[in-house]
């Protein structure tokens, strides 16, 4: 992969968006973009979704947000690991889940990764280290710690990442996880996605001092990044995992970032109006895909017909997975008796 | 044949499973130290990498033994008090119990979370609970609840192997009794139950604890000439569903001692069961012998007064069989 199709201007958008080993910078930022790109095709796609009626359950978008998943997987290898939250769809993507499986679960078909039992807060794919998003606000943590606790043990040089929100920084299980990571050294990253809004309160009311200085408290290394510029992302998870690689321990980063669709689709039927028009304006004009294309632009301008046909492939992607969802069973009803322990006991 | 104390039979059954496999750790508080013992030695034989004393934080080390499951480790973590569950029910229920299942089958989750369990003495409310009703409702961990120290260590080695999470729960008014282990020691797998004692005229299921009672009470019965059956089902998930069915077949009654709180306890699970698929079968209602429904209080005279003890049992069998 690389820049030489673009120059040549035979563009192949299929070649960007599944991996983030381009041999180049300008080609690595196409592979940001891509990738981004497939996260905001999947949640704009499930906004349809909903209000069309077509999903059995709710869905909470990362629309605005996709900077952050898509920085700190881009620096992760398949063999490290990550847990995720009820708002998950693009840390999985970005680990590199298959879309279709994921469209399918979201839809409660017998293909997605679940086989329709864990739907869109559920969804996990051990076998390439995405160890599950997870209902419980803050309860991937502590699961993140162990899957490092694991590598510890066994000397691997693997790390985990455990993305919380805002809201998690205020559960006593970081806390706790940052202590024990912290007295065993382990190579775990807690990335805190700061959007600003704990589901409809302002984060802020409700939280005491700065959530990055949290992590001082149990000598971690804490970091303060924009979340919404994707390199600055990387960065700092570039930091963060190559210290923990390195033996160094834990780390925590706060990405600040904005979350711009609702908390769950579906909320104003009970949510009125809780964010000025102002402060979303604000942020869609920082929207970390604009942010990225302009980043990309200022450097590369003949890459505007590369970034659309990149775009326009993601859509595809997507597109094509709404029909595979689609076109899938539905699971056996006795189905939802199996699957209950690793040897089928009752 | 050798007689050894509950706690060295836990300690055992542990060097046993981490001798045989180098993914298994021991983790919790004053696991080096070891209160009863239960982990007592493991550090000096197998390191401080394997065997690690961790914070009290219940709900992370038992979430991170979840994490560490589902990446090659097979953790055993000692809750030293199972009130203490209480403190860790995120992990326990929401994650350990769960994520297999909500992920179509794609993880194994072989833990054990290993734990004293029940009243020792004016431990008082909260180092005093049993909360295996609540975890057997849970669906997704197995709960193994052995009485005799060649059961627990037994069940302890299986619980290592099994590919699930486990919950083991240790009867602390048992962890100072002795009994025989063979040599080599025997095999129970997981979800068999035992008959302590044959009779004829009546079952009495018995957990933990209540199991000698039980037998206790069975020697006062045999002597006002009612023959008792005693049946340890030694693992709740799964439960031996065939053996007390078949017991009460022949003796058509049947009592459950069950030291945990009467409302929706084991008790009320295990008769269900047996109403449902004995009804014929039964010459009498079934009796349930359990705790009060209170929290249990510190004060010897309040404690005896709310938990089981076997004139209660024998009470119940009296009923029974009236």
Known sequence: ?346 | MTTTYMARAIADALNEAMAEDPSVMVIGEDVELSTIGATKGLVERFGQNRVRNSPISEATVVGACVGAAACGVRPVMDLMFSSFFYVALDQVANQAARLRYMSGGQVELPLVLFTGTGPSGSAAAQHSENPHPLLMSLSGVKVVFPSTPADARALLVESVRDPNPVVFLLDLMLAGSKGEISDPPHRVPLGKGVIRRVGTDVTVVAIGSAVPQSLEAAEVLANEGVAVEVIDPRTLVPLDDELIESSVRRTGRLVVADPARATCGAAAEIITRVVDRCWMDLRSAPVRVAWEDVPIPYAPALESHVTLTADKIAAAIRAAVA
């Not at chain 1, 497939?38 to 906004?47: D, G, H, P, V, Y």
């Not at chain 1, 162990?146 to 691997?156: I, K, P, T």
């Not at chain 1, 949290?214 to 303060?224: D, I, P, S, V």
């Open chain 1, 1 to 346: 992969m690389g820049t030489e199709g673009h120059r040549a201007g035979t563009v192949c958008a299929e070649a960007f968006g599944d991996s983030y080993e381009a041999s180049d910078e300008h080609g690595l930022d196409l592979q940001l973009f891509a990738r981004m790109c497939r996260i905001r095709a999947f949640e704009e796609s499930l906004k349809r979704l909903f209000a069309k009626g077509q999903l059995p359950g709710f869905v909470h978008l990362y629309i605005g947000e996709e900077a952050i998943a898509v920085g700190a997987n881009s620096v992760l290898r398949q063999d490290d690991k990550i847990t995720s939250t009820h708002r998950g769809h693009g840390h999985l993507i970005a680990k590199g889940a298959d879309v279709r499986l994921m469209m399918a679960e979201i839809m409660g078909r017998v293909t997605g990764y679940c086989k329709g039992k864990g739907g869109s807060m559920h969804i996990a794919e051990y076998a390439i280290g995405i160890l599950g998003a997870n209902g419980i606000v803050g309860g991937g943590i502590p699961i993140a710690t162990g899957s490092a606790l694991a590598d510890s043990y066994f000397g691997r040089d693997s790390v985990t990442v455990a993305f919380f929100g805002d809201g998690a920084s205020n559960q006593g299980v970081l806390h706790e996880a940052m202590n024990l990571a912290s007295v065993w050294r382990l190579p775990v990253v807690f990335l805190c996605e700061n959007n600003g809004y704990t589901e409809w309160m302002r984060t802020e009311d409700i939280t005491a001092g700065q959530i990055a200085d949290r992590g001082r408290a149990f000598g971690l290394e804490c970091a303060t990044v924009d979340g919404n510029d994707v390199h600055a992302v990387r960065q700092a998870a570039t930091a963060a995992t190559e210290l923990a690689r390195a033996g160094g321990g834990p780390s925590l980063i706060e990405a600040v970032t904005y979350r711009i669709p609702a908390h769950n689709e579906g909320e104003e039927v009970f949510s009125g109006k809780y964010r000025p028009d102002e402060e979303i304006a604000h942020w869609r004009e920082r929207d970390p895909i604009l942010l990225h294309r302009q980043r990309i632009l200022a450097h590369e301008a003949p890459a505007a017909p590369v970034l659309e046909a990149i775009e326009e492939h993601q859509r595809a992607l997507v597109e094509e997975a709404v029909a595979f969802a689609l076109a899938s069973e539905h699971p056996e009803p006795a189905s939802a008796l199996e699957d209950l322990y690793a040897d089928g006991a009752a």
